[in-house]
């Protein structure tokens, strides 16, 4: 069971962003960027988010894909968890000379479980690596590119003094972060499969996150939920008619009457915050219903999903990525980010490569759902002849319009139990129509609103928290336009 899930489109975690001396980190394209530039003997820096919700769970699963960029090899960087300050941490760390380390920092002093110790399933240099961190009732396993390289007692390593999580850097190194997942197994059989599942392929499982299509589903709940989506009127035409359009396909093959051949594969352009997800998931949904994927589920992946570290890697990884996906959706989010510009030897190519022939192996059970931001995606396309060919039906999201980012805040309130006055819905209309005035391509539209949305109902527990006894249900529930007095700092 998926619990966490970061992928750094935006910062709405609240992750250290800062350029300093000693140290710059920020939230860019798709990446947390950690670049340490303080050198010498005995010398970290940490970056970490509050958190407590996997502690005290029996079984369960940490995910981290990670890139160095630069910096010095025999020098260590990673995850850290059970932080309690900068003096107070264990860490997992790995060195781009095939080293790791696994230790804990007391008070400043560190205690190491494993002292820089030899794998060869570390990649070298500046290239990116998988590290996971699976706890199994009273064990914690270790695994680097899949490979279980240290097996430890819960009780050394999840005692901890604090509850937060985060990344360590030791010297002079700039990382990146791609993607952080914290999953829950739930049963032993769960914990067991997952095992003997990275045991068997190391290296080659994609990273990805599953969404299993409604067991009571209809066509006409379907066309509902699609409906009630806010905004999006013409991605709602063009749904229904693409559904239109396979229903009398379906209709002439049950005549005997000739049909069309048709492609399951489409792309979603627009800009980030607007529910491609979503779409995508309707679109798995519709698919089922109308007879032409058995599962519809979706599988949900991007670069860093797909993409290995070395020749092979790569192919392994989108071939397991499909198996997953058979009979219902692959959607790969950002996907313009398989093909980088000005890096002709980026293993993103590969990737595509094999997802090409996939698409047209598997085009009875599979339909492929690329999506990303406008410009990028339009590049994408036209640079590549196959991509082209195989996905003919386009989808454009729109930016959302101010009156439907104040519908969106809405339905987060009505979501979590909230409610807004008029003086509110009078502050967000303004802002909204400010930051639509002002946006440009990286504007967050729905991203954007539920920062908002959460940064409102802080304020609003700070202005009632001293009073709570004197508030009834309502009240206490109510976000006004002083809770909202921040959001104009954000655009």
Known sequence: MLIFEEHFQNNCRNWVTRDAVDCSLGIKASHYSFDHKRTGEDTYWLSWNSTEFFYELSNFQIHIVLEKVAGVDGYGYGFAWGLLDSSNFFEFIISGNGMYRIAQCKNGKFDYYTN???CTSIQ????????????????????INSMLVEKLSTEQVMDVLGKSFGFVIHDRINIKVHSLIITALESEEEVNIEKNSKDSKPDTKAA????????????????????????????????????????????????????VDTSLHLMLYGPPGTGKTTIARLVGRLYKQLGFLERGHVIETDRAGLVGGYIGQTALRVESAVQQALDGVLFIDEAHALVPEDTPNDFG???????????EDQR?????????????MEKLIESNPGLKSRINRLFYIDHYIPSELVLI??????????SIDLSACIVLQRTFEIAYEKRNKS????????????????????????????LDNTEISLITAQDLEFANHLI
């Open 443 to 470: 504007f967050g539209n729905g991203r954007f609103v539920r920062t908002i949305f959460e940064r409102s109902i802080e304020q609003q527990a700070n202005r009632i928290a001293n009073h709570l006894e004197q």
């Open 208 to 259: 990805f996150v599953e969404h299993k299509a409604p067991n009571d589903d209809t066509l006409e709940k379907i066309i509902a939920d699609l409906n009630s989506l806010i905004g999006h009127e013409r991605t709602k035409q063009q749904l229904l008619s693409l559904t239109n359009f396979l229903k009398v396909q379906t209709e002439r093959k049950q005549r005997g009457l000739k049909t």
């Open 124 to 143: 070298h240099g500046n290239t990116v690596n998988l590290l996971e961190i699976r706890r199994a009732e009273d064990f914690v396993e270790f695994y």
């Open 409 to 418: 805040f809405k339905k987060f309130c009505i979501d979590n139990g909230y």
């Open 116 to 118: 820089w110790k030899r």
């Open 364 to 376: 009875a059970r599979l339909a492929v759902v690329v999506a990303g931001y406008p410009d990028e």
């Open 349 to 359: 190519k590969e990737a595509l490569q094999v997802l090409l022939k996939r698409m």
